[in-house]
């Protein structure tokens, strides 16, 4: 009878009717998954808008895994484009948290230019389990569940047109007046120029969040262009300690380099939506989320990152709009340089400001509008932490961060936090309208 008992401990049976191994939730082991994902991407040197597709897909698949083993989780088919449920035909017993962190490793290690860098990982998360007593028999099924998914969601993502960019014309620079030209001191070519054909998750298209248009360009002292790119200028020449900082935390350069004489040196940072996935595990550890709607929240910023950088993409190469340093060197002072480095796409709309403040409301719809975190994102770029009142703030900091970096006008910041606020709310009520309600 005592034996009995135990099995029936072990095991439970899941809404979709197969039996499933329940143990601890493992929660903790959400964030140290993801961020083994992002420091492959660090390694890769992924830019920014794929960064956020790796994302997205590498948690697409723990999503759907948690949603056909619990009732209280919206499947992703349900608001996601083009993307329909997957079954999962297990006739084992398997631990769905199980299958769902390893499906998190084994889409990036399938997706990832290095993505074999994961299996250490891998073993790693296999090892702990087997170290707490998990059967062998239910995680090695978990295991066999995670890569069937996997496969599927690759599969998934191969249609997303991503494969097409290299065949794509490539993109020439104009060396018109207004036009983004590549900027020291690496002079690296455009980044992602035809982003916009990538099929999204949520919004209806690339152009659906289409911002106002950026000031005309002018060579005119007394002309609005010129102002702003005074702006620029000015503030650059003046930044208190703080706004240094500011500028510095927020950097988020994947294609940071210094250069010394003939020689060159890469710094290898974490992606702008790098940043925010690992806010949004702060934040959920914080709450003490259980894993399912921890796994959830990560997914939701995933996807919404996704969307804004197609949709800020798609403003950039559009309006093809000019750097302040170009303006600058050219026409206010042919030494100036900005505090950090330009990165390599045009201007407007600012891209920090759209997707930060895009993922901003999704968190707050999530998860309150005054949720104070810690941020030690940057610590392991030998910056302290930093404190936080909402999200909203962070995003609010991150956005004019990119004035004080010398790298923005104030209209595509200003303008960007308006196309990512549009996103964001767009992106909740699409989520109203699936059943998903705030996590707090």
């Given at each position: 009878?005592?034996?009995?008992?135990?099995?029936?401990?072990?095991?439970?049976?899941?809404?979709?009717?197969?039996?499933?191994?329940?143990?601890?939730?493992?929660?903790?082991?959400?964030?140290?998954?993801?961020?083994?994902?992002?420091?492959?991407?660090?390694?890769?040197?992924?830019?920014?808008?794929?960064?956020?597709?790796?994302?997205?897909?590498?948690?697409?698949?723990?999503?759907?895994?948690?949603?056909?083993?619990?009732?209280?989780?919206?499947?992703?088919?349900?608001?996601?484009?083009?993307?329909?449920?997957?079954?999962?035909?297990?006739?084992?017993?398997?631990?769905?948290?199980?299958?769902?962190?390893?499906?998190?490793?084994?889409?990036?290690?399938?997706?990832?230019?290095?993505?074999?860098?994961?299996?250490?990982?891998?073993?790693?998360?296999?090892?702990?389990?087997?170290?707490?007593?998990?059967?062998?028999?239910?995680?090695?099924?978990?295991?066999?569940?995670?890569?069937?998914?996997?496969?599927?969601?690759?599969?998934?993502?191969?249609?997303?047109?991503?494969?097409?960019?290299?065949?794509?014309?490539?993109?020439?620079?104009?060396?018109?007046?207004?036009?983004?030209?590549?900027?020291?001191?690496?002079?690296?070519?455009?980044?992602?120029?035809?982003?916009?054909?990538?099929?999204?998750?949520?919004?209806?298209?690339?152009?659906?969040?289409?911002?106002?248009?950026?000031?005309?360009?002018?060579?005119?002292?007394?002309?609005?262009?010129?102002?702003?790119?005074?702006?620029?200028?000015?503030v650059g020449n003046k930044l208190t300690d703080e706004q240094r900082f500011i500028a510095s935390y927020w950097d988020c350069?994947?294609?940071?380099?210094?250069?010394?004489?003939?020689?060159?040196?890469?710094?290898?940072?974490?992606?702008?939506?790098?940043?925010?996935?690992?806010?949004?595990?702060?934040?959920?550890?914080?709450?003490?989320?259980?894993?399912?709607?921890?796994?959830?929240?990560?997914?939701?910023?995933?996807?919404?990152?996704?969307?804004?950088?197609?949709?800020?993409?798609?403003?950039?190469?559009?309006?093809?709009?000019?750097?302040?340093?170009?303006?600058?060197?050219?026409?206010?002072?042919?030494?100036?340089?900005?505090?950090?480095?330009?990165?390599?796409?045009?201007?407007?709309?600012?891209?920090?400001?759209?997707?930060?403040?895009?993922?901003?409301?999704?968190?707050?719809?999530?998860?309150?509008?005054?949720?104070?975190?810690?941020?030690?994102?940057?610590?392991?770029?030998?910056?302290?932490?930093?404190?936080?009142?909402?999200?909203?703030?962070?995003?609010?900091?991150?956005?004019?961060?990119?004035?004080?970096?010398?790298?923005?006008?104030?209209?595509?910041?200003?303008?960007?936090?308006?196309?990512?606020?549009?996103?964001?709310?767009?992106?909740?009520?699409?989520?109203?309208?699936?059943?998903?309600?705030?996590?707090?």
């Amino acid at each position: 009878m005592k034996r009995l008992l135990l099995l029936f401990a072990w095991l439970v049976v899941s809404p979709s009717g197969k039996a499933e191994v329940a143990k601890q939730d493992l929660a903790q082991q959400l964030q140290p998954t993801v961020f083994a994902v992002t420091m492959v991407m660090i390694h890769d040197v992924v830019n920014p808008p794929a960064a956020s597709r790796f994302y997205t897909y590498c948690l697409l698949g723990a999503h759907e895994i948690v949603a056909r083993n619990q009732k209280n989780v919206v499947s992703p088919s349900v608001f996601v484009r083009a993307f329909e449920t997957i079954s999962i035909d297990s006739k084992q017993p398997y631990n769905y948290q199980i299958a769902a962190l390893y499906c998190i490793l084994e889409t990036g290690r399938l997706i990832l230019p290095s993505g074999y860098m994961l299996e250490e990982k891998q073993k790693k998360l296999t090892d702990q389990l087997r170290s707490e007593k998990y059967p062998e028999t239910v995680i090695l099924q978990s295991i066999d569940v995670a890569q069937s998914v996997a496969k599927k969601i690759v599969a998934y993502a191969a249609a997303d047109n991503y494969r097409k960019l290299s065949a794509r014309t490539r993109y020439r620079p104009s060396k018109a007046d207004g036009f983004w030209y590549p900027t020291p001191p690496a002079y690296i070519e455009a980044i992602e120029p035809h982003w916009r054909t990538i099929r999204p998750m949520m919004i209806d298209s690339s152009s659906q969040f289409k911002p106002k248009p950026p000031v005309a360009f002018s060579k005119d002292t007394i002309s609005a262009f010129y102002k702003l790119a005074y702006d620029v200028y000015s503030v650059g020449n003046k930044l208190t300690d703080e706004q240094r900082f500011i500028a510095s935390y927020w950097d988020c350069n994947p294609f940071a380099v210094n250069t010394s004489g003939h020689m060159s040196i890469g710094f290898k940072k974490i992606s702008p939506g790098g940043h925010w996935m690992n806010i949004t595990s702060l934040a959920t550890k914080k709450a003490g989320l259980s894993f399912d709607k921890a796994l959830v929240v990560e997914s939701l910023v995933a996807m919404t990152l996704m969307d804004s950088f197609i949709s800020c993409w798609d403003e950039k190469y559009r309006s093809n709009r000019i750097r302040p340093e170009t303006v600058i060197n050219r026409y206010i002072n042919v030494r100036w340089q900005p505090l950090l480095q330009t990165p390599p796409f045009p201007e407007y709309t600012s891209g920090h400001s759209v997707i930060s403040t895009a993922v901003s409301e999704l968190l707050t719809f999530l998860m309150g509008d005054n949720f104070a975190f810690t941020d030690n994102t940057e610590v392991i770029f030998d910056l302290p932490e930093r404190q936080f009142k909402s999200f909203r703030q962070a995003a609010g900091e991150a956005a004019i961060s990119r004035l004080y970096g010398g790298i923005h006008y104030r209209d595509a910041i200003e303008n960007g936090q308006a196309q990512g606020k549009a996103i964001g709310e767009f992106v909740v009520q699409q989520l109203k309208k699936a059943g998903i309600k705030p996590v707090l």
